[in-house]
Every structure is written in structure tokens, then in C-alpha cells.
């Protein structure tokens, strides 16, 4: 089953543009999301899914979003700082599915009722970062992210932000540090980033990987994701594969599944 990858795997040297995203069924999990079911539905959905952050740390991506302290302004942040050596799954929904990435965005920040997200890209990949705010500036000029989206009355600003290059900021807080213009370095727990995160107010940080199943967990349902893999973290994940290695590369494999049956 493939859900973060169909798009790519077409080979379609287009699959980034915004015309490609909604001729595939792009932005139909917004329309799902802010005009049939509602944040309170989303939210339940991606708790249903069982899906854990894709960043490293496995929580229940769910259970993190209720967390979120009620204070108002409250932040979403996009953890693509990826500087693991050898990974690079996040670099690839950046340069060829970002809008995956966006719709994410969107519908998470209407379910958490956040006005203003960042995604936080390494420093060393620029072209991510140009396809990415294309897809941004493409959202913007459709109307799925601004003033009054698809007429709800929901209002989003999202900011791409291009990191300095530094492997610690990988760091949920030291990200948060490096995009306030800081010295990019940990801070000390708590408080936890959901209470008092960027500009001290409440935030969730989520990895792009996570973010990017979003949408269609939305439009297929959470108890379908579930259903790939095992109990209780379901749904598929992307590996990367490098080094030396016969077919290096990203690959997709459902969870709990071993590298023995990988083909």
C-alpha cells in the first residue's frame, strides 16, 4: 500500500507542482476536514490512526496533539531538519509531494485551531526549500492557506524557514531556539515545548514525514491506517537505504514489516 509515495512513483517529473496535487485528488481531505466533519473529527481521526512521529521519537502523534496548552497564539512547527547521515525521506516529500506536506499543515492547524505554522528546513537543502515555498506561495493563490479558507472563516499563514545548517537543531527546542533567531542549543524540560514553546507560547512540533500521512488520513479514515501494520502503531513509513548497498534509495514499507521481505 502506498500512500506517501503513489505521486512519485508515477515517475511524473511534475508531481510537485499544485496542478499535478489536485488532478491526483490533492486538497479533497481539506474540503473533507474544514467543510463536512470538523477539527474536533480530525483530531479523532489521527488519534484513530495510530500513527507515531516519523522524527525518530515514535510517540502517538495524537496523543501529542492533545497536549497542546489552550493559550492563545499557539504554533505549529515542522521539524525538516533532517541531518541524520544517510537519511533522506524527508527531502524527498519536500522536493517531489509537498503539497501532501501543506494539506497536512492546513488540516492540522484547523483541527488544533493554530493561526500560524513554520516549517523549519535544513540548511543544506535548498531545493526542498524552493519547491516547498512554491507549494506554499500555489496554496496561497488557490486560497488553501490565508484569510477565510474555503469560506469557514479560518485563517493560516504558514512561513518556510531555511535552517543555518547546524545537526543539533534536529532538536525540537533547539529548533524552536534557531527560529527565534537564537543560538540554535536544547533547552531544559520542562516546560515542554506544547506549554511554553516558540515565542514561549504553546506549540506542536511535527515531523514532515508524520505530517505528510495527515491527509490521507482524513479522506480514508484512521481505522483504515490502522489496519496497515501492527497494533498499536500503524500505517506505512519511509526508510532510507545508503551506504553500501546493492538498490540504495528511499523505500516505503509498512510497519512492523522486516527488511527480509522487502523486494
Known amino acids: 500500500m502506498k500512500i506517501l509515495t503513489q505521486r512519485m512513483e508515477e515517475n511524473r517529473t511534475d508531481s510537485h507542482t499544485i496542478e499535478r496535487y489536485e488532478a491526483t485528488g490533492g486538497y479533497t481531505a481539506l474540503r473533507k476536514g474544514l467543510l463536512d466533519i470538523g477539527a474536533e473529527a480530525i483530531a479523532a481521526e489521527v488519534k484513530a490512526s495510530n500513527i507515531r512521529g516519523r522524527g525518530g521519537a515514535n510517540f502517538p502523534a495524537g496523543v501529542k496533539w492533545g497536549f497542546l496548552a489552550p493559550a492563545k497564539p499557539a504554533y505549529l512547527v515542522i521539524n525538516g531538519d533532517e541531518s541524520e547521515p544517510g537519511t533522506f525521506k524527508d527531502r524527498q516529500l519536500l522536493e517531489r509531494d509537498p503539497h501532501q506536506l501543506v494539506e497536512g499543515v492546513i488540516l492540522t492547524a484547523f483541527a488544533l485551531g493554530i493561526n500560524h505554522a513554520f516549517i523549519y528546513i535544513r540548511g543544506e537543502y535548498p531545493k526542498p526549500a524552493r519547491r516547498l515555498q512554491h507549494a506554499v506561495d500555489g496554496a496561497y493563490a488557490k486560497g488553501y492557506v490565508g484569510t477565510d479558507i474555503l469560506g469557514t472563516g479560518f485563517d493560516l499563514d504558514i512561513t518556510v524557514h531555511l535552517g543555518g545548517g547546524a545537526y543539533i537543531c534536529g532538536e525540537e527546542s533547539a529548533l524552536l531556539n534557531s527560529l527565534e533567531g537564537r543560538r540554535g542549543e536544547p533547552r531544559l524540560k520542562p516546560p515542554f515545548p506544547a506549554v511554553a514553546g516558540l515565542y514561549a507560547k504553546p506549540t506542536i512540533v511535527i515531523n514532515v514525514e508524520t505530517m505528510s500521512n495527515v491527509a490521507w488520513i482524513v479522506n480514508s479514515g484512521g481505522v483504515a491506517y490502522a489496519s ?26 509498512v510497519m512492523g514489516m522486516s527488511w527480509r521481505v522487502v523486494r
Open 228 to 253: 496497515f501494520g501492527p497494533v498499536p502503531a500503524g500505517g506505512t513509513r519511509l526508510l532510507s537505504l545508503a551506504g553500501l548497498s546493492e538498490r540504495p534509495g528511499n523505500y516505503e514499507i
